[in-house]
């Protein structure tokens, strides 16, 4: 019978932490990351600036848009795919970003 000294131990407990560390690294480096996705309602936002009379120009479908890209500007900075409502099928309620 092999007997553990404290000396042996110790490497052998510093071993399978390294060993757990190593495959762990090596697993999470080859898992899919989930996509990061955001859906705006340009039609919705369209329709309500209709209502408000704020859209009657290309000048003002111009500043509607403008005022789009610079609300998801910092989601696409963190890299977060931003997709039209209108080409979405189905998603959650929190993919949903509200601009105002």
Same mark, same amino acid.
């Given at each position: 019978? #092999? *007997?553990?000294?404290p000396i042996k131990m110790m490497a052998f407990l510093v071993f399978c932490v390294l $060993?757990?560390? !190593?495959?762990?690294?090596y697993a999470a480096s080859f898992s899919p990351v989930p996509a990061q996705i955001a #859906?705006?309602?340009?039609?919705?936002? &369209?329709?309500?600036?209709? +209502?408000? =009379?704020?859209?009657? *120009? +290309?000048?003002?479908?111009?500043?509607?848009?403008?005022?789009?890209? $610079? $609300?998801?500007? +910092? !989601?696409?900075?963190?890299?977060? &795919? #931003? !997709?039209?409502?209108?080409? &979405? !099928? $189905?998603?959650?309620? +929190?993919?949903? &970003? =509200? #601009?105002?």
């Amino acid at each position: 019978m #092999i *007997t553990l000294t404290p000396i042996k131990m110790m490497a052998f407990l510093v071993f399978c932490v390294l $060993s757990g560390a !190593l495959g762990g690294y090596y697993a999470a480096s080859f898992s899919p990351v989930p996509a990061q996705i955001a #859906i705006v309602d340009v039609q919705g936002l &369209v329709k309500k600036a209709v +209502e408000k =009379n704020q859209a009657q *120009t +290309e000048d003002d479908a111009k500043a509607l848009m403008a005022k789009v890209k $610079s $609300s998801t500007e +910092e !989601l696409i900075q963190r890299g977060v &795919v #931003i !997709l039209d409502a209108q080409s &979405v !099928l $189905s998603a959650p309620e +929190e993919a949903y &970003v =509200n #601009i105002e």
